[in-house]
């Protein structure tokens, strides 16, 4: 067999190739061509992981195994390689993680060189921002590293739903909306691909809980996957066109994804037209052939054993060799435009500096501030000394954990933040808190590979600690810190709730504070939603600083001080409480085959080896979010689309370019500054269709967009398109998207409950806008289902 062998490389082929679409046509039919059957078997899956435990069946042998950050090849520490056919000239290609920057190992053995990436904010912080600019800058300085460490293909962005709050990846996703969420990822696959590197836009579909993630049972009505869970993929398909999409572990609709035809050929290619290849999550799916004639390109990471599976059902005439020459072919495509195809001699040495100066911008742009009173923010000038409490302060949490965790070289704490903005610390309070957290540590189990570390309790502060530190200190900064990662979803207690202990130390601290007249501010270092509602009204200030990647401390050093005026705002509601989350009762699910549990707890291993099929119905329908919540009227802590500013806008002068819809319609805004300090803001555009028909949301986002930064008295006119599609619901009985006759409203809103503003107009006839392959069915179970 010619497969090479993939060794250690300084750098691709020499000769960079300039080629024209017919003669990469030909090259690629000639290269399939030339290729054995066996060479094509082992070309659709991926050169597999080494250091990977595997045993004779191919599956992790090993509890705890690390899943990825062990291909020891071209770049070590990427998440995986295709092969190379060194006698037909095809180079490998190279796949590393992911959504918050490059993940690959920082440090090679017998190297002095090294190969930090920078960790980015996380992508719900990015989409806060609200500024598709932005993310795209972000993805220029992500595809530099890609491109000069010698990357071809960034496993990134992942862009699933935030259905539920406790999903343990919603820091790796934009929203809990799908239009916000699919221009958030074209802006970043457009970025990253600017650099003529790849991306993969993940995990396709309906991948919105972790727990037994490779054994889900997806069931889903065809309306809300088309108008929630597919909706921002169609976007960043359309807008982007991106290298690849990797599909999700989970079964939709009774099919693993990996192995769906309607969701990789039907709706992906002839629904939406994508172009590039597609690729298992790793490790995903069960039956390589399924996975073939579905359209699932690449499996990976790959596996010897479903290579031969391939291979023998092509000789055995149960797979035609045309399906594998077709998925070879849409790799070769991409393979063509990649780096190490063209010999693009990577230097090791990316812009760091630069990047590090994208990412402390950026997270100061995708900041919240949920609560500013008593002028608590920015601080006062005279501002000397900050105590600051919670353990977090001082070791921050820069991002989440397992592949959408990055290597960087340093990150920035919030302490150190402070005292590079010229601020000095409570040093006593300090040091009881490096002693204790010390002390802590040391009771703790090691820590696995890939896997969230357990979080040490937090440090009891009673009333006297704290009126200690507020007769020395002139204002407190209360650190709550959350982290989670793949292959976990959230607990209830001590995560999405505060602890007792946290909760003591906001009360403690503020009334302290409070009573020496100074003030206590809450900074949020989470990556997903917590409840805030009974305990909001305690502190002055609250500011959701998400995790902010290597320069958090720095970026919340900005916006505390005033250099930066906050202008981020929510992209997924903070409920009152988990039991308004319209999922609350389904999630993440419930076992289905316990008779098969013979492997102690719900663990990663065992559901490789053994899955034990667990099953969640997605009953809340299109309801999802804030769909639910305005809808049906639910209270809610912070609406999706909230936050604050340090100034204040005034929106008027809504103008639609006609009061009667045709094809196209325009809507503009005057935003005014009204305050005294410069600052930007987001206007939101929703939409209420009119009723009669299928039943709608009460409203839904259909455009935003964010000022420049506005002088005070400075006006700025926005505007927004709203297209048929703009106006359209997906009617499964027709299996298209239709948009109902009558009214709408058009609402400007600073929030999805703070309506600035509001036009109507008409559409004489109803509009079928566009009509979609019959696909993705349901059982019965869920067409008893409304939504
Ligand atoms: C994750 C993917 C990731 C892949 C490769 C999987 O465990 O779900 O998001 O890209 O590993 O590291």
Redesign the pocket.
């Known amino acids: 067999m010619a497969l090479a062998v993939i060794v250690l490389a300084g750098c691709g082929p020499q000769v960079p190739q300039e080629v024209s679409s017919p003669a990469d046509a030909e090259k690629i039919t000639g290269w399939i061509e030339g290729m054995s059957l066996e060479e094509k078997a082992y070309f659709v899956t991926g050169t597999g992981m080494s250091g990977f435990g595997l045993n004779t069946e191919g599956f992790v042998s090993s509890p705890g195994a690390p899943?990825?950050?062990q291909t020891q090849s071209l770049v070590p520490g990427a998440?995986?390689t295709t092969y190379e056919l060194a006698d037909l000239g095809i180079t490998p290609m190279v796949?590393a993680?992911?959504p918050a920057g490059l993940?690959i190992s920082p440090v090679r053995p017998g190297d002095t060189a090294t190969y930090y990436c920078t960790a980015f904010p996380v992508a719900t912080l990015l989409a806060s921002s609200w500024d598709t600019g932005l993310i795209a800058r972000v993805g220029e300085a992500m595809g530099s590293e890609v491109l000069e460490y010698g990357a071809d293909i960034l496993?990134?962005p992942?862009m699933n739903i935030h259905r539920n709050p406790l999903c343990g990846r919603n820091f790796?996703y934009y929203s809990e909306d799908p239009y916000l969420t699919g221009k958030m990822a074209a802006a970043m696959v457009n970025g990253v691909e600017s650099k003529d590197v790849g991306t993969?836009i993940?995990?396709f579909a309906a991948n919105n809980a972790e727990t037994n993630?490779n054994a889900l049972k997806t069931i889903v009505s065809e309306r809300a996957l088309r108008e929630i869970y597919l909706e921002g993929f169609r976007i960043a398909v359309e807008e982007s066109q991106p290298w690849t999409v990797?599909s999700s572990?989970n079964l939709i609709n009774g099919t693993y994804a990996p192995e769906n035809h309607d969701l990789l050929t039907k709706v992906l290619r002839d629904d939406w037209g994508f172009e590039g290849f597609v690729m298992t999550?790793?490790?995903g799916g069960r039956d390589p052939v399924a996975m073939m004639n579905a359209g699932n390109d690449l499996i990976?990471?790959g596996l010897p054993m479903q290579a031969e599976a391939i291979l023998k059902a092509i000789k055995e005439g149960t797979l035609d060799v045309a399906v594998v020459d077709r998925n070879i072919e849409r790799i070769l495509q991409i393979l063509i435009r990649s780096p190490r195809y063209k010999g693009y001699e990577y230097s090791g040495k990316p812009d760091l500096r630069a990047s590090a100066e994208v990412t402390r911008e950026a997270a100061t742009q995708g900041m919240v501030l949920l609560k500013n009173e008593r002028g608590a923010l920015p601080l006062a000038e005279e501002t000397r000394i900050i105590a600051a409490f919670g353990k977090t302060s001082l070791e921050i949490v820069t991002g989440g954990t397992?592949?959408?965790d990055v290597n960087e070289a340093y990150s920035v704490s919030l302490v150190d933040g402070l005292r590079g903005a010229g601020y000095d610390l409570h040093e006593d309070l300090l040091e009881r808190y490096r002693k204790y957290m010390e002390a802590e540590k040391a009771k703790l189990p090691p820590v696995k590979p890939f896997m969230p570390s357990k979080p040490i309790p937090e440090m009891e502060v009673d009333i006297l600690l704290a009126r200690r530190a507020a007769a020395e200190a002139d204002v407190a900064l209360i650190t709550i810190g959350r982290n989670s990662g793949?292959?976990f979803d959230r607990n209830i207690e001590d995560d999405f709730n505060l602890s007792v202990s946290e909760a003591a130390m906001i009360r403690n601290v503020c009334d302290a504070f409070r009573e020496a007249g100074k003030k206590a501010v809450v900074i949020l270092n989470i990556g997903g939603v917590i409840e805030t509602a009974s305990w909001k009204d305690i502190p002055d200030a609250i500011l959701l600083a998400w995790q902010a990647g290597q320069e958090t401390g720095n970026s919340v050093a900005d916006i505390i001080s005033g250099k930066v005026n906050p202008s981020g705002k929510l992209t997924a509601t903070f409920p009152i409480k988990y039991g308004d989350v319209p999922s609350a009762g389904n999630f993440p699910g419930r076992m289905i085959e316990t008779e098969k549990i013979d492997t102690a707890g719900n663990d990663i291993v065992a559901s490789f080896m053994n899955p034990r099929f667990s099953e969640v119905v997605y009953e809340e329908g299109i309801y999802v979010g804030y769909r639910y919540y305005s809808t049906f009227e639910v209270p809610v802590s912070y609406e999706f689309g909230y936050g604050l500013s340090y100034t204040s806008f005034e929106y008027s002068n809504l103008v639609l370019s006609s009061d009667k819809f045709r094809n196209r319609l325009t809507v503009s805004i005057d935003v005014k500054n009204t305050g005294e300090v410069a600052g930007r803001e987001v206007v939101q555009l929703y939409l209420s269709a009119p009723s009669g028909g299928l039943d709608k949301p009460s409203s839904e986002l259909k455009g935003f967009g964010k000022t420049r930064a506005l002088a005070p008295g400075e006006v700025q006119t926005l505007t927004f398109d709203l297209t048929p599609r703009s106006l359209a619901s997906f009617d499964p009985s027709l299996s298209a998207w239709m948009a109902a006759a009558g009214e709408y409203t058009v609402k400007a809103g600073a929030s999805s409950r703070d309506i600035r503003q509001s036009s109507t107009f008409s559409l004489a006839k109803s509009i079928k806008v566009k009509e979609e392959s019959r696909a993705l069915i349901p059982t019965e179970t869920i067409n008893e289902l409304k939504h």
């Open positions: 899943v990825v950050g998440a995986g796949l993680d992911g993940r496993l990134g992942g790796e993969s993940k995990h993630r990797m572990y999550d790793w490790f990976m990471p397992g592949s959408g793949e292959f």
